[in-house]
């Protein structure tokens, strides 16, 4: 069974090997949760495995899936449904996230590939949700992702998120970075974007800083500090629809974790603001 919820005011941080030690030695009250891949951690052992086990006895863990392949043609993997199951169960997982997309076709494709926007796309992905929520015993949230080619669209992308929450009676995990990307790169507005969600269904959001090229194309690295025009957006999500459980994610150029505990402090500025 799902642990407790999370409280709907309160700022994760996502959990990578190299913050271990800092985690560990982080003063009290310095962050709400914490957020890892279950991918990354089941059958890990030794000084990480005892890390993970000592920071999931701490604090409350929430989990963001990388390798499921909700949208791909594959059928899913039972097996590794089982073991993510287990992981959730065994650390008390309240939130358990993946990414509306696919990453694998005949095998492990290392990326999160978007899919048409289309009526077959929806009823595809949906049933799998729907198969993924029985096999875990529990409701999943999906995430938006950025992208940067859109291989067909009979819907616009706002639609098409709408339409598949809505046949597999799943949640959203709400990505304000990617809503950034890409707005700036496929000409959309931003903030309707984030109006036409279904604020009911919003499980969570993530924040996250991401790179911009010299011509104006936005790389979603999460790999630097959150830019303002994301935490106007996070600020502008919390007004529109309400504050909830919200992660700041870094994957790349990691800074001193005082550096990170700082935009921790900063999302909970802005849910106390809201």
Known sequence: MPGPALPARSAGLGLRRALLDGLLAAPAGA?????CAPDN????????????????????????????????????????????????????VALYSEHLSYCAAGGQLYDLLPLPFTEEAVAHVA??????????????????VSY??????????????NAVLAEADCDLLLDVNNVCVNAANHGYDARAFIDA???????????????VEPDGLRIDTHGSAVGAEAWALLAHAYARHGVRPTVLERDFGLPPLPALLAEVAHIRTLQAAA
């Open 31 to 35: 962050f709400d949760f914490l957020e």
């Open 41 to 92: 951690w089941i059958g890990v052992g030794g000084r990480a495995g005892a890390a993970l086990a000592e920071l999931a006895e701490r604090h409350p863990l929430a989990c963001h899936g990388l390798s499921l392949s909700l949208g791909g043609p594959d059928p899913l993997d039972l097996d590794f449904l089982d073991q993510t199951r287990g992981f959730l169960e065994r650390h008390r």
């Open 127 to 144: 049933a799998r949700i729907r198969q993924a929520q029985d096999r875990l015993g529990r409701r999943i949230a999906v995430e938006n």
């Open 148 to 161: 940067y080619a859109a291989p067909w669209q009979v819907l616009d992308e706002a639609g098409f998120i």
């Open 197 to 211: 969600m279904p604020g009911a269904r919003i499980a969570a959001y993530h924040v996250a800083g991401h790179h």
